[in-house]
Every structure is written in structure tokens, then in C-alpha cells.
């Protein structure tokens, strides 16, 4: 079974960073690629960043240059460094896992950005 734990969220002013991370409970954690999603009140689920298991990196074309992504393999741990964050960022910031063809989501974690 797979549990996936977002923390770090949180209200912070425009320009401003934040760093999310979403702790896995899972076995060959390393064998997973890893995402972040967001939901703004409103709109759908939308992909933020991604990393595969071989550490290859996407971004939405919103936070290129201003959000990175990253993994901890001996933590079972990925992370999303947020920097220069803008009021369209607000949004429940949400941890994906997915291993052959197995989707799993973590609860998810509110990101605010007051202007």
C-alpha cells in the first residue's frame, strides 16, 4: 500500500518562496516517478512538475524557471522548491506516484499567495 504525505504548504506574500515536500511509504520507492499537481478553486487538477525514476525532469510552462523539483531516494522523499511565487500559484499543491500504470495521491497541501 502506498501512502504519500505532503507538508509545507502554507500563506506567504507574493515574491516569496516555499519548499513542499511529500514523504512515500512504499517499497522501490527509486522504481516510481513522482509529480506535483495543483487545484485552484475552480479549475481542474493541473501538472506542476514531474520526475521520473531516472530523474528526468518536467515543467508546466507556468513555473519554468521559478519552481524545481527534486527526489531523495534514501528519504523516500520528493520535493518542490517554489521560488518567486505569484497569487496564481494559490492552489491545493497535491504528491503523485506512479508505477506501472498505478496511480496513487497524497492529501494534499494549501498553498496561498497574497498579493
Known amino acids: 500500500q502506498v501512502q504519500l504525505v505532503e507538508s509545507g504548504g502554507g500563506l506567504v506574500q507574493a515574491g516569496g518562496s516555499l519548499r513542499l515536500s511529500c514523504a512515500a511509504s512504499?517499497?522501490?520507492?527509486?522504481?516510481?516517478?513522482m509529480g506535483w499537481y495543483r487545484q485552484a478553486p475552480g479549475k481542474q487538477r493541473e501538472l506542476v512538475a514531474s520526475i521520473s525514476s531516472g530523474g528526468s525532469t518536467n515543467y508546466a510552462d507556468s513555473v519554468k524557471g521559478r519552481f524545481t523539483i527534486s527526489r531523495d531516494t534514501a528519504k523516500k522523499t520528493v520535493y518542490l522548491q517554489m521560488n518567486s511565487l505569484k497569487p496564481e500559484d494559490t492552489a491545493v499543491y497535491y504528491c503523485n506516484a506512479e508505477r506501472r500504470a498505478q496511480a496513487y495521491w497524497g492529501q494534499g497541501t494549501q498553498v496561498t499567495v497574497s498579493s
Open positions: 512504499v517499497n522501490f520507492f527509486s522504481s516510481y516517478n
